[in-house]
C-alpha cells in the first residue's frame, strides 16, 4: 500500500500488528475512526492505555483483574473450597458467562505443550498446589480443552494432588447440545458412549 | 459476556465499536495487547490519537493529508493537468499501489446515491469544477465503482463539466486479469464485447 499521508500509515501500520488484523482491514478500522467525533477516539485510546497501565493478575486465582484479588476471590459469596482449573482469561468469561458456576477459579496461563517448550515450570502450577492446604479445598475441576496437552496437564496435576482429601472432577466431554451424531468425531463419539448417563439423570438436569 | 474486571471490559467494549469486530474478536485483541510491552502499547494509542488529532483535508483534492496541501498535490514532478476521480481515501491508495498514475486527484466523499440521502451537495463536486479551469486541466479520469451510482455519478458530472475543452474518460472495464469468462456476469462480459480492442493494442500494452 502507498499512503500519502504518514499520520495515516503509521496509524494503519499499528492496527495491522494486531492478530488477524491484515493491512486492509487496518486501513478500514482507521478511517472509521477518522470518522469519529475526538472524543470517542479518545475514549477508545484511553480505554486501552488505562487498561494496559492498570490491570494485573490476581495474587491468588492468577485471573486478570483490577485490584491485588480479583472480584471473584474476594466475592465472599462464592464457595470457597471449590476452585475450577482453566488455561486462560477467556475460559473464565465462558464460564462466568453461563451464570452456572459459583466457586473460585485458577488460571494456569497455558497447558503444558512440549512441543511448544511449555513446561509445568511456566504454568501457574506450584500456586495452584499451594492453595489446596491454604483454602481448605474441597473440589478441584478440571475444565481444559478436551486434547492431549489437556489431558497430559490434567494427568500433571493430578498426580501432584494425589496427597490431598479432595475431589477431583473435569466438566463433562460429549455430543454437543444440538451436534449432529453423524458429525462429531470418532473420539468424542466413543467417550460419550462410555460415559453414558441414566436418562432420569439426564431429565432431572434438564428441568 | 461477564468480565470480572472492568478495565478489561471497558477496552473490549470500545474495540468492539469498531466495524467488523465482535465482541470475541475484541477479547482477543484485547489480550494481545495486555501481553505487549507497555511501550507497544503506547505506540498503539499514539499513532491513533496523533492521527485524529492532526490529520486534514487537502484544501485542493479533498484526499486526507498531514499538511494543508497533500503531498500528490504539492508534488511538482506529477502532471498537474489530469485529475483522477475517485470516491474516497481507500481509491486513491489502491491507484497509488499500481504506481501506473502520475496525475492529480480529486475525492468526492462518495458518490450519487439517492437511495442512501445521497446527492450531489453532498460530495465535493463543486470544488473539482472551480479546479477545472483554475488548473487548465485537459483531461479527468474517473475511477469510479462500475455501478449504476457510479455511473449516474459520471453522467452528473460529465454534463456540468461540459463547457470545458477537456477530455474525459473512465477506467477500462471488462474482464479481471486471471478472471474466467464462464464466472464474469452478463453486463460486464456484453460491455467487455462491445469495447473489444485490436490485438496489437493489447499486446504492447502487455510489454
Redesign the interface.
Known sequence: ????????E??V???A?????GKK?A????????KQD?E????????????????RFCSRCN????TTL???CSNPSRKQDIICVVE???D??AI??T?QYNGLYHVLGGIISPLDGIGPDQLSIEPLIKRIPEESTSEVIFALSPTIQGDTTIYYIQKKLSSYPLRITTIARGIAFGGELEYADEMTLARSISNRQPVDNYMSNNK
Do not use: W, Y
Open positions: 500500500m502507498v499512503f500519502s499521508s504518514s499520520l495515516l503509521n496509524a501500520n499499528e492496527f500488528k494486531l492478530p488477524g488484523i482491514t486501513l478500514r478500522l482507521v478511517l472509521h475512526l477518522i475526538n470517542d477516539v479518545s475514549h477508545f485510546t484511553e480505554a486501552i492505555q488505562k487498561m494496559k497501565e492498570q490491570i485471573n486478570i483483574s483490577d480479583c472480584n471473584i486462560n482469561v477467556r473464565v468469561i462466568e458467562s451464570q
